[in-house]
């Protein structure tokens, strides 16, 4: 029986060399492995309180939308700078290589709003962080954020962690 896992491709040398690129492509072209994949994510979540799910840009929308219609609640993007047509607040963060700014619409999230933050990867956390200030910045109380792949090596669930989050990811690889 196939795990989530087994539908995810690696790409050798990918986007730069001795990088080891996860590509959730190949699980989101599958449709039993991304429906498991979905329902996966979902399963911590019976029963709780969520008001809306947040993705985060670009992969994060793909699952963070699907998520939000099982769960007949609202899905909101998180965008890079300049995306998002409407006032907007943002936060700026550090990559591998430099930095970035991501973005919420300013009335995107209601105080009290329970918050679901999705994507398909944690590496470094950064993106996250920066998301999570985001919705926490507009009052949103972040429940969980809930991956696909964790890369332990780089620091991102211990980063998460640390700032008081719950993280669930559906599974783990070694090295970057």
């Known amino acids: 029986m196939k795990q989530v896992q087994d539908y995810i491709r690696t790409i050798v040398d990918f986007p730069h060399e001795g990088i080891m690129f996860r590509d959730v492509t190949t699980l989101f072209a ?10 996966q994510m979902l399963h911590p979540y019976a029963g709780i309180d969520i008001d809306k799910v947040v993705g985060l840009e670009a992969r994060g929308f793909i699952l963070g939308g699907a998520i939000a219609h099982q769960l007949s609640v609202g899905f909101v993007p998180i965008r890079k700078k300049g995306k998002l047509p409407g006032r907007t607040i943002s936060q700026d963060y ?54 696909i792949i964790d890369l332990p090596e780089l620091g991102g669930r211990k980063r998460l962690e640390a700032m008081g989050m719950e993280v669930n990811a559906l599974c783990a690889f070694d090295g970057a």
């Open 30 to 39: 599958d449709p039993r492995g991304f429906r498991m994949a979905i329902d």
């Open 94 to 147: 550090k990559l591998e290589y430099g930095e970035a700014i991501v973005e919420l619409h300013d009335d995107a999230i209601k105080p009290g709003e329970k918050v679901l933050v999705v994507d398909d990867l944690l590496a470094t956390g950064g993106t996250a962080e920066a998301g999570i200030k985001l919705i926490q910045r507009l009052g949103g109380e972040i429940v969980s954020c809930a991956f």
